[in-house]
């Protein structure tokens, strides 16, 4: 029974790491699934298995409905305009961290592959197997696929870095800070022009009891107004704008309204202070450890995030498909006026 109960909370805890470990080193900093990894890498993997398939010519049926083909023309045609523009960016993507590998003799060998996955399985306290399962289940990524668009990707990009994350004591204590600190209470609301924001503050003001009214009424933030400007509580040093932080922690007195912050262009904050959360009791050492090891998965994060957007800036890319083409350094997007079409 406890080896039951210890295997559903391993699964529940992989199942909500999946969308972060899995699709965040890629996804989240730099939008990108590569769909294959090819020309000689070490982590191509066996595709055996797989049924193979002949060559096909454009003009070839691929089914035929009361005697009439439907040819792989067609077919082509159909999946590029559904489908074309997302594949042809994860192509993209691909091309360019196998070009960079080539040029800064990069490999990345099968072993190291299997090596990250255990690690990863163990992380969640699943066996590989457990773990392959689960990605297949709840994200549709096969084994090969795991391996050559996820983990090879994420080893290349920080062999191609170039050094290790470093770890300070300042960054630990931060973090242990939002982790077991105390974080703000607060409702918040958003406006798009600073004119706006000046007069709805100053109705807050007068009447800050109305504040959740006012949220509903006025905050262009979908998801906090519809809750009267309900807000997760904000912690010190990391989630909420950095802006948004430093108001929050000023404030004192619940109830107490904070000033106009201004996070973006055309994007304005006010706060209200509602107290704070209680610290959570712990010593650092008896948590050093975990806040060492997730500390330094987010580090590999933004330094393979950092390091994609790198070869970005530094590539020139034309999309012909949908005609934008992007100068190298940088990152200036032009419209070239001609797309290919699948007429």
């Known amino acids: 029974m406890d080896d039951k109960k210890k295997g559903t909370a391993a699964g529940s805890k992989a199942r909500t790491a999946i969308g972060g470990v899995v699709i965040a080193v890629l996804a ?12 000689g890498m070490a982590a191509e ?5 797989s049924p193979s398939l002949a060559p096909i010519t454009s003009d070839q049926p691929v089914a035929r409905v009361n005697g009439k083909p439907i040819t792989y023309d067609e077919l082509a045609r159909e999946c590029i305009e559904r489908h074309g523009k997302g ?3 994860n192509l993209i993507n691909r091309r360019l961290i196998q070009q960079a590998c080539s040029e800064g003799g990069v490999t990345i060998a099968a072993a190291e592959v299997e ?12 066996g590989k197997d457990q773990w392959e399962k689960m990605l297949e289940t709840e994200r549709g990524l096969t084994a090969l696929q795991y391996r050559r668009d996820v983990v090879w990707p994420m080893l290349a990009l920080k062999k191609l870095a170039g050094h290790e994350v470093k770890l300070t004591r300042q960054m630990l204590f931060e973090a242990y800070e939002d982790s077991y600190g105390p974080r703000v209470k607060a409702r918040m609301m958003v406006l798009d022009n600073i004119r706006h924001a000046q007069e709805v503050w100053e109705k807050v003001r007068r009447a800050p009891d109305e504040f959740e009214n006012y949220a509903r009424e006025y905050s262009v933030e979908p998801n906090s107004r519809a809750l009267g400007g309900a807000i997760p509580p904000i912690r010190r040093f990391s989630g909420a704008d950095e802006e948004i932080r430093k108001g929050a922690f000023k404030m004192k007195t619940p109830g107490e ?28 050492k008896d948590v050093e450890k975990t806040l060492v090891a997730e500390l330094r998965e987010r580090e590999v994060q933004k330094l393979v995030a950092s390091t994609f957007e790198g070869l970005m800036d530094s590539a020139r890319i034309d999309n012909l498909l949908t005609g934008d083409s992007k100068k190298a350094r940088d990152g200036k997007v032009l419209q070239t006026g001609a797309s290919l079409t699948t007429e």
């Open 45 to 49: 993997q066996d595709n055996s298995n």
């Open 115 to 126: 090596s990250e996955i255990l690690r990863i399985s163990k992380k969640f306290g699943l």
């Open 257 to 284: 309204i904070s000033g106009v912050i201004q996070v973006d262009v055309n994007r304005y904050v006010i706060l209200k202070y509602e107290g704070m959360t209680k610290k959570i009791e712990h010593d650092q």
């Open 28 to 39: 989240g900093a730099i939008g990108m699934q590569l769909a294959r990894v090819q020309n």
């Open 87 to 89: 594949v042809l960016d």
